[in-house]
């Protein structure tokens, strides 16, 4: 067993584990923290993006970084169309894979870089959720990237060959010649249309090499860690999982326990804040912002906390006498991500499931849309929009890096009125790189990342109770913590495998045993002996057959073509034992026998039959010179005195 | 225990009261758990006394397993778990679990309230045996005991139909439950993967017919009830609240507007909004064009649609009434049936299968006049329609099922005995298979061969494998393994030979056998082993024999050739005690040689 990892965010893994002959492709997370080296997407023309500054590194004259680089309150910025960091592609060739297993929406962005174009034959495995919230996210993230106004400009390349003398943090940036813009709508539907949809404990055969199940991991709607199970093997794969309580089912661990390896990923990337007290900072900051005539932004994704967002949101607004403040969802996916939401009776927790047996819907949001509390809509230019757009509101748009997306029209707008909030929860990027195009800001900035994924000691404690054989982990959770002695964040009291990008490392017990099926007509003719207290043994011959990698073991019909003549194996325990040998000989009337004992065995001398019994400890030879008769009767007398199988 | 037994309470060579009870591995599963609509006394549930004559049946049933919400498939469940004794796993789909309950208090006020029947189970009776229950998801597989596996399909029948494929140990079992195997308006087609069970249990209600286009059926009904409204007369669709009456909802609203038709279209019952919202909550198990459509237009709601009260029904004019129960055996359905009877322009559609002993069955059959309990007889005037929209699989359908699992055996349930008997005749003849067909209470035996789990050395299977991939490649070849059975803590596992001493810490005794040739051969001896080589190779086809110098060797034979080059040459021939075939045959052969 093999374990390649192709990613260095943590939060954005991608996997390849190599097992049984397979290529088992584990998530396939698009890190997209590359786009805030780029200069905002504006979706309607922006004078101030525009109007900014060129840079060019000092005592450096390139013609061809001409307009590649601007300025913005001494940051330097690329004017280009943005470009994200995919999986690596030279480790494992990607034609080559069999299987992909997405455990969550947030982790299959960079699909289309895996499947299409690439020789990719395998199939792709995701629950019926991942899928479609996927489907919002991607459509979503294509059509905010190319539908934006400035989306004629080229791409920028030369400044990645420049890196040397550029300023921080654009100097820092990590293998810039790897990244990509952003797929066509084509292959982002032929990708996603290879998607098979599974439900969650659904046992996927994988080429009959071993089984593939997703079991529930209560970080997002449908989100799902994967266990792979052969007959003697176990692996757990664990990305992206939540034991608070929030919209979807609960995470199921007892299936992931006593795993032979246990893979762990995308944990929170925001261990200082619990979400809890997050979501309450975030209430009372909109509140006070609303009351003051402000209005407030949220950059967040189309799904995932935006429902727990909504829901909290709304209730504290009302309690706060702010029923009446619109609140607006902003996204091509909006309506769809909305409605969509509430026919997944089967994924949410069991308190929402209960209202889907009334009926009702299990989210708040579709009375709230009833209500016209809140409305949604496509676009900034949208008429549900635009038309009955009000100030003071609470405006929920895309992207959270700020780099394109209706959010970035919105915070131009709004930046320089002290009144208005912007309010980050996505904990995907740090506000202040998100911020820093548009500085000088005036509008208030509150940071409130709400990830509802593992934090430290939760996961620790999880892997305790796991109990795996080996636990494997990107480098960053296995990097010492505060505290002294300092610790690993993650540790474990069985062998730990850390992955970096790049790199392959082996893993795993080394397989002995297959499992194969035998046939009762054949179990019913072997008469296994005792070989000791609890132990029984029987030599068998078996006709094999392998089929869809299922091995069973038939009866052989004697003189079959092609069969080997061979019978099987007898294990002889012991040496015979020489009296019990005359004495057998005697009755099979061969009755002359000698015996000569020496030092480390005999010899039983047949003078008239012209042969010799050797006997040692560990082999017994006979020199037979007499006649085939002699032999047999001296095989049956030997076989009769000593214990075999 | 290799056998598997079946033995059908209710839907043994009848339709309606469904409990199939079902026996393999030591495991005993309850398979539905329905009620007979066509009889009011102690025949109407199954009889559990099968099972246990007294008491509760907890301890003789490990787990029961609902395959959808109509009432022959699951009225019988509070009775069952509340009333007889109940308390083991209940399993059915999220849909099913939200819809039986409503559908069961209906029944029981139906019952209870109209009827006046006493011994009945209560409103609460229905909420404590829905607790019960574990809702499960398609595909999801769920583990009973360490033994039983449960997994569901869509079945397509009604919202939240499952067929369920059962397994203990290496033993399956596939029921289907009522299915489609041809999408509607509303919902898919049933299907299922090549699960090769040991037995396949189907119903078969049109087991004799082969229906003709969906669309046809459609263009019929549409123009039936046009026709009557035109004339001025009263359409009656008795449906039940979910299943086909969205269906057919959905067909009527379409017409309407396209004909722009101004003839009101009544649902009764205040059940028609809360059924849609279920068909709007569960939209994820409706049909592919439903589910891409939603967000922008949900199929359910109705714009012509209108709820139906009481006092409609003397209304003068045409008009078309959907009123539950749908086989007019109580209920709105049969009221408005006793009013609208005897005069001729009006018109009934059954749109589904009516049980024996229902007034529909009476009518569908012909009578023209129906006594009631209370001696009041309604002539039959109406012209009565009978369109088979019933989602269940006809003949096609159940062959289609047949091949896409590749079952070892078929039983048939959920139909009548005659039509079963054609349809067994049919699936024996094509599928070269076993088909039963068992009467209520009656057990039927099934054999099948078991599997039992061994684990195999690697090392034995891919020295195999070397074996096998160096010969020429053949289909036909045979392969061999060759190893030793151990047996422990009841586990089997095939081991290497060299391996299991190993593993356990015994030295093997090696026995060997020699015995001498003498052979007159002048020459060097390495010549004297080619000429042998020659001979053996022609004797024995497909062993491997290797040669260096002047030794030969088949598997553990080793042959030697001694002697100096002009002199009579001794040639050692000795083997293992595994080898004791082949060595004996080498030596023969070479004696016979000699002489």
Same mark, same amino acid.
Request: hydrophobic residues 40%.
């Given at each position: 067993?093999?374990?390649?990892?192709?990613?260095?965010?943590?939060?954005?893994?991608?996997?390849?584990?190599?097992?049984?002959?397979?290529?088992?492709?584990?998530?396939?997370?698009?890190?997209?923290? %590359?786009?805030?080296?780029?200069?905002?997407? +504006?979706?309607?023309?922006?004078?101030?993006?525009?109007?900014?500054?060129?840079?060019?590194?000092?005592?450096?004259?390139?013609?061809?970084?001409?307009?590649?680089?601007?300025?913005?309150?001494?940051?330097?910025?690329?004017?280009?169309?943005?470009?994200?960091?995919?999986?690596?592609?030279?480790?494992?060739?990607?034609?080559?894979?069999?299987?992909?297993? $997405?455990?969550?929406?947030?982790?299959?962005?960079?699909?289309?870089?895996? #499947?299409?174009?690439?020789?990719?034959?395998?199939?792709?495995?995701?629950?019926?959720?991942?899928?479609?919230?996927?489907?919002?996210?991607?459509?979503?993230?294509?059509?905010?990237?190319?539908?934006?106004?400035?989306?004629?400009?080229?791409?920028?390349?030369?400044?990645?060959?420049?890196?040397?003398?550029?300023?921080?943090?654009?100097?820092?940036?990590?293998?810039?010649?790897?990244?990509?813009?952003?797929?066509?709508?084509?292959?982002?539907?032929?990708?996603?249309?290879?998607?098979?949809?599974?439900?969650?404990?659904?046992?996927?055969?994988?080429?009959?090499?071993?089984?593939?199940?997703?079991?529930?991991?209560?970080?997002?709607?449908?989100?799902?860690?994967?266990?792979?199970?052969?007959?003697?093997?176990?692996?757990?794969? !664990?990305?992206?999982?939540?034991?608070?309580?929030?919209?979807?089912? +609960?995470?199921?661990?007892?299936?992931?326990?006593?795993?032979?390896?246990?893979?762990?990923?995308?944990?929170?990337?925001?261990?200082?804040?619990?979400?809890?007290?997050?979501?309450?900072?975030?209430?009372?900051?909109?509140?006070? #912002?609303?009351?003051?005539?402000?209005?407030?932004?949220?950059?967040?994704?189309? %799904?995932?906390?935006?429902?727990?967002?909504?829901?909290?949101?709304?209730?504290?607004?009302?309690?706060?006498?702010?029923?009446?403040?619109?609140?607006?969802?902003?996204?091509?996916?909006?309506?769809?991500?909305?409605?969509?939401?509430?026919?997944?009776?089967?994924?949410?927790?069991?308190?929402?499931?209960?209202?889907?047996?009334?009926?009702?819907?299990?989210?708040?949001?579709?009375?709230?849309?009833?209500?016209?509390?809140?409305?949604?809509?496509?676009?900034?230019?949208?008429? =549900?929009?635009?038309?009955?757009?009000?100030?003071?509101?609470? &405006?929920?748009?895309?992207?959270?890096?700020?780099?394109?997306?209706?959010?970035?029209?919105?915070?131009?707008?709004?930046? %320089?009125?002290?009144?208005?909030?912007?309010?980050?929860?996505?904990?995907?990027?740090?506000?202040?790189? =998100?911020?820093?195009?548009?500085?000088?800001?005036?509008?208030?900035?509150?940071?409130?990342?709400?990830?509802?994924?593992?934090?430290?000691?939760?996961?620790?404690?999880?892997?305790?109770?796991?109990?795996?054989?080996?636990?494997?982990?990107?480098?960053?959770?296995?990097?010492?913590?505060?505290?002294?002695?300092?610790?690993?964040?993650?540790?474990?009291?069985?062998?730990?495998?850390?992955?970096?990008?790049?790199?392959?490392?082996?893993?795993?017990?080394?397989?002995?045993?297959?499992?194969?099926?035998?046939?009762?007509?054949? =179990?019913?003719?072997?008469?296994?002996?005792?070989?000791?207290?609890?132990?029984?043994?029987?030599?068998?011959?078996?006709?094999?057959?392998?089929?869809?990698?299922?091995?069973?073991?038939?009866?052989?019909?004697?003189?079959?073509?092609?069969?080997?003549?061979?019978?099987?194996?007898?294990?002889?325990?012991?040496? +015979?034992?020489?009296?019990?040998?005359?004495?057998?000989?005697?009755?099979?009337?061969?009755?002359? =026998?000698?015996?000569?004992?020496?030092?480390?065995?005999?010899?039983?001398?047949?003078?008239?039959?012209?042969?010799?019994?050797?006997?040692?400890?560990?082999?017994?030879?006979? /020199?037979?010179?007499?006649?085939?008769?002699?032999?047999?009767?001296?095989?049956?007398?030997?076989?009769?005195?000593?214990?075999?199988? | 225990?290799?056998?598997?037994?079946?033995?059908?309470?209710?839907?043994?060579?009848?339709?309606?009261?469904?409990?199939?009870?079902?026996?393999?591995?030591?495991?005993?599963?309850?398979?539905?758990?329905?009620?007979?609509?066509?009889?009011?006394?102690?025949?109407?549930?199954?009889?559990?006394?099968?099972?246990?004559?007294?008491?509760?049946?907890?301890?003789?049933?490990?787990?029961?397993?609902?395959?959808?919400?109509?009432?022959?498939?699951?009225?019988?469940?509070?009775?069952?778990?509340?009333?007889?004794?109940?308390?083991?796993?209940?399993?059915?789909?999220?849909?099913?679990?939200?819809?039986?309950?409503?559908?069961?208090?209906?029944?029981?006020?139906?019952?209870?309230?109209?009827?006046?029947?006493?011994?009945?189970?209560?409103?609460?009776?229905?909420?404590?045996?829905?607790?019960?229950?574990?809702?499960?998801?398609?595909?999801?597989?769920?583990?009973?005991?360490?033994?039983?596996?449960?997994?569901?399909?869509?079945?397509?029948?009604?919202?939240?139909?499952?067929? /369920?494929?059962?397994?203990?140990?290496?033993?399956?079992?596939?029921?289907?439950?009522?299915?489609?195997?041809?999408?509607?308006?509303?919902?898919?087609?049933?299907?299922?993967?090549?699960?090769?069970?040991?037995?396949?249990?189907?119903?078969?209600?049109?087991?004799?017919?082969?229906?003709?286009?969906?669309?046809?059926?459609?263009?019929?009904?549409?123009?039936? &009830?046009?026709?009557?409204?035109?004339?001025?007369?009263?359409?009656?669709?008795?449906?039940?609240?979910?299943?086909?009456?969205?269906?057919?909802?959905?067909?009527?609203?379409?017409?309407?507007?396209?004909?722009?038709?101004?003839?009101?279209?009544?649902?009764?019952?205040?059940?028609?909004?809360?059924?849609?919202?279920?068909?709007?909550?569960?939209?994820?198990?409706?049909?592919?064009?439903?589910?891409?459509?939603?967000?922008?237009?949900?199929?359910?709601?109705?714009?012509?649609?209108?709820?139906?009260?009481?006092?409609?029904?003397?209304?003068?004019?045409?008009?078309?009434?959907?009123?539950?129960?749908?086989?007019?055996?109580?209920?709105?359905?049969?009221?408005?049936?006793?009013?609208?009877?005897?005069?001729?322009?009006?018109?009934?559609?059954?749109?589904?299968?009516?049980?024996?002993?229902?007034?529909?069955?009476?009518?569908?059959?012909?009578?023209?006049?129906?006594?009631?309990?209370?001696?009041?007889?309604?002539? !039959?005037?109406?012209?009565?329609?009978?369109?088979?929209?019933?989602?269940?699989?006809?003949?096609?359908? $159940?062959?289609?099922? $047949?091949?896409?699992?590749?079952?070892?055996?078929?039983?048939?349930?959920?139909?009548?005995?005659?039509?079963?008997?054609?349809?067994?005749?049919?699936?024996?003849?094509?599928?070269?298979?076993?088909?039963?067909?068992?009467?209520?209470?009656?057990?039927?035996?099934?054999?099948?061969?078991?599997?039992?789990?061994?684990?195999?050395?690697?090392?034995?299977?891919?020295?195999?494998?070397?074996?096998?991939?160096?010969?020429?490649?053949?289909?036909?070849?045979?392969?061999?393994?060759?190893? $030793?059975?151990? *047996?422990?803590?009841?586990?089997?596992?095939?081991?290497?030979?060299?391996?299991?001493?190993?593993?356990?810490?015994?030295?093997?005794?090696?026995?060997?056998?020699?015995?001498?040739?003498? /052979?007159?051969?002048?020459?060097?001896?390495?010549?004297?082993?080619?000429?042998?080589?020659?001979?053996? %190779?022609?004797?024995?086809?497909?062993?491997?024999?290797?040669?260096?110098?002047?030794?030969?060797?088949?598997?553990? *034979?080793?042959?030697? !050739?001694?002697?100096?080059?002009?002199?009579?040459?001794?040639?050692?021939?000795?083997?293992?005690?595994?080898?004791?075939?082949?060595?004996?045959?080498?030596?023969?052969?070479?004696?016979?040689?000699?002489?």
């Amino acid at each position: 067993m093999k374990l390649y990892c192709l990613s260095s965010d943590a939060a954005k893994p991608c996997f390849v584990l190599s097992f049984k002959e397979l290529l088992i492709m584990l998530d396939c997370g698009l890190s997209a923290h %590359s786009v805030l080296n780029f200069l905002p997407l +504006p979706p309607v023309p922006s004078t101030r993006l525009a109007s900014l500054p060129n840079y060019t590194p000092p005592h450096l004259n390139d013609p061809l970084l001409e307009g590649e680089l601007k300025e913005c309150c001494g940051r330097v910025f690329v004017d280009s169309i943005p470009e994200f960091c995919p999986p690596l592609d030279k480790v494992v060739d990607f034609s080559q894979l069999d299987v992909i297993l $997405i455990s969550n929406y947030t982790c299959m962005m960079a699909l289309p870089f895996i #499947t299409e174009d690439t020789g990719f034959k395998g199939q792709v495995y995701a629950t019926e959720p991942t899928l479609q919230i996927g489907r919002f996210y991607l459509e979503e993230l294509a059509e905010w990237v190319s539908g934006a106004a400035g989306s004629a400009a080229g791409a920028a390349r030369r400044w990645k060959e420049l890196l040397h003398v550029l300023p921080a943090p654009l100097a820092h940036a990590a293998r810039p010649r790897s990244w990509r813009r952003l797929f066509a709508p084509a292959a982002l539907a032929r990708a996603l249309a290879r998607v098979r949809v599974v439900g969650y404990d659904e046992r996927v055969d994988v080429y009959g090499a071993l089984d593939a199940t997703a079991v529930s991991s209560g970080f997002c709607l449908g989100s799902a860690n994967w266990v792979l199970r052969s007959a003697h093997e176990k692996v757990a794969y !664990v990305s992206g999982s939540s034991t608070l309580t929030t919209h979807p089912r +609960p995470i199921n661990q007892a299936a992931l326990r006593g795993a032979d390896l246990l893979v762990l990923a995308a944990l929170t990337q925001t261990p200082a804040h619990n979400p809890d007290h997050m979501l309450g900072d975030l209430c009372v900051h909109a509140a006070v #912002t609303l009351r003051g005539g402000g209005s407030v932004l949220l950059p967040v994704y189309p %799904s995932g906390v935006l429902y727990d967002l909504l829901e909290c949101l709304s209730a504290h607004l009302d309690g706060a006498g702010l029923a009446s403040v619109p609140l607006y969802v902003l996204s091509p996916v909006a309506d769809s991500s909305l409605a969509y939401s509430n026919i997944l009776a089967e994924w949410v927790s069991v308190g929402k499931q209960a209202r889907v047996y009334l009926p009702e819907e299990p989210f708040p949001h579709a009375a709230l849309v009833r209500a016209g509390r809140l409305k949604h809509a496509r676009a900034l230019h949208d008429d =549900a929009f635009s038309a009955d757009f009000r100030q003071p509101c609470v &405006v929920f748009c895309g992207h959270p890096s700020l780099r394109f997306g209706a959010a970035v029209h919105l915070v131009e707008l709004w930046a %320089s009125n002290p009144a208005h909030a912007i309010i980050f929860t996505e904990p995907d990027f740090p506000y202040l790189d =998100a911020l820093a195009p548009f500085q000088p800001l005036a509008m208030k900035a509150f940071h409130c990342p709400i990830d509802t994924s593992l934090n430290y000691s939760q996961a620790n404690k999880l892997v305790r109770e796991l109990r795996p054989r080996e636990l494997a982990l990107p480098e960053q959770y296995a990097a010492p913590g505060p505290g002294a002695p300092p610790r690993p964040h993650i540790a474990c009291d069985a062998p730990v495998v850390v992955l970096r990008r790049g790199l392959a490392r082996a893993c795993g017990a080394r397989r002995g045993l297959a499992r194969g099926w035998l046939s009762a007509a054949l =179990a019913a003719r072997v008469a296994p002996r005792d070989v000791r207290a609890g132990l029984r043994a029987a030599p068998l011959a078996a006709a094999l057959r392998v089929r869809d990698r299922r091995v069973s073991l038939d009866d052989a019909p004697p003189g079959a073509p092609g069969a080997a003549r061979r019978p099987p194996p007898r294990l002889e325990l012991a040496a +015979p034992d020489v009296d019990a040998l005359v004495r057998a000989l005697a009755r099979e009337g061969v009755a002359d =026998a000698r015996v000569e004992r020496g030092a480390d065995g005999c010899i039983v001398h047949l003078p008239r039959h012209d042969t010799l019994v050797h006997v040692e400890r560990h082999a017994t030879h006979v /020199f037979c010179e007499g006649d085939a008769g002699v032999r047999q009767a001296l095989r049956r007398a030997i076989a009769a005195c000593m214990p075999h199988v | 225990m290799p056998d598997i037994k079946i033995t059908p309470l209710g839907a043994g060579q009848d339709v309606g009261r469904s409990c199939i009870l079902l026996s393999m591995g030591g495991k005993n599963i309850m398979l539905d758990c329905g009620m007979h609509m066509g009889y009011n006394d102690e025949r109407r549930f199954p009889d559990f006394s099968y099972i246990v004559s007294e008491g509760p049946i907890t301890s003789q049933i490990d787990c029961v397993i609902i395959s959808h919400f109509h009432l022959d498939h699951c009225g019988a469940l509070p009775y069952m778990s509340e009333m007889v004794g109940y308390t083991g796993p209940i399993y059915m789909t999220h849909p099913t679990k939200a819809i039986a309950p409503i559908l069961l208090e209906d029944m029981r006020k139906v019952a209870v309230e109209r009827k006046g029947e006493s011994n009945f189970f209560t409103s609460q009776m229905i909420k404590d045996c829905i607790k019960k229950v574990t809702a499960v998801t398609l595909h999801q597989s769920v583990m009973v005991d360490n033994e039983l596996e449960i997994k569901a399909y869509y079945a397509g029948h009604v919202l939240g139909a499952a067929m /369920f494929w059962i397994r203990v140990g290496s033993q399956s079992v596939v029921y289907t439950g009522d299915y489609n195997m041809t999408p509607d308006r509303h919902l898919g087609a049933a299907w299922i993967d090549k699960c090769r069970p040991d037995l396949l249990i189907t119903e078969s209600t049109y087991a004799t017919t082969i229906r003709d286009s969906k669309r046809c059926r459609e263009r019929d009904f549409l123009k039936k &009830v046009h026709e009557c409204v035109e004339k001025g007369g009263k359409v009656l669709i008795p449906v039940f609240a979910l299943g086909r009456a969205q269906e057919l909802c959905i067909l009527l609203e379409t017409y309407w507007e396209r004909m722009n038709l101004k003839c009101p279209v009544y649902f009764a019952l205040g059940l028609t909004e809360k059924a849609n919202n279920y068909y709007k909550m569960f939209i994820t198990w409706t049909n592919q064009k439903i589910r891409k459509t939603f967000v922008q237009r949900n199929m359910f709601d109705f714009k012509h649609i209108k709820p139906f009260d009481k006092s409609y029904i003397d209304n003068p004019g045409a008009m078309v009434v959907f009123a539950t129960p749908g086989m007019l055996h109580a209920g709105l359905s049969l009221n408005i049936f006793k009013k609208w009877a005897p005069y001729e322009q009006n018109m009934v559609i059954m749109p589904g299968f009516c049980v024996q002993g229902t007034v529909g069955h009476k009518i569908l059959n012909g009578a023209k006049k129906v006594e009631f309990e209370n001696r009041q007889v309604v002539e !039959v005037k109406m012209a009565v329609e009978y369109m088979s929209f019933s989602a269940h699989a006809d003949a096609k359908g $159940i062959m289609q099922l $047949i091949q896409y699992c590749e079952p070892k055996n078929v039983l048939l349930v959920h139909g009548e005995a005659q039509k079963m008997e054609f349809l067994k005749d049919k699936i024996e003849k094509e599928f070269k298979i076993n088909c039963y067909m068992p009467a209520n209470g009656e057990t039927c035996t099934i054999n099948t061969p078991t599997k039992i789990p061994i684990d195999v050395s690697l090392r034995l299977l891919k020295a195999e494998a070397v074996r096998y991939n160096a010969q020429p490649p053949d289909p036909k070849r045979r392969r061999v393994v060759n190893g $030793i059975l151990c *047996v422990r803590d009841n586990r089997l596992s095939l081991l290497d030979i060299d391996e299991m001493c190993d593993e356990i810490g015994i030295n093997r005794h090696i026995i060997r056998f020699t015995s001498t040739v003498r /052979f007159e051969d002048p020459g060097p001896a390495v010549k004297t082993a080619e000429k042998l080589k020659t001979l053996l %190779s022609e004797k024995l086809e497909g062993w491997t024999i290797t040669i260096s110098e002047a030794n030969i060797s088949v598997e553990s *034979v080793l042959i030697k !050739v001694e002697g100096d080059d002009d002199s009579t040459k001794n040639i050692y021939v000795s083997w293992t005690n595994q080898d004791e075939d082949l060595g004996s045959y080498i030596l023969g052969l070479l004696q016979s040689m000699v002489q």
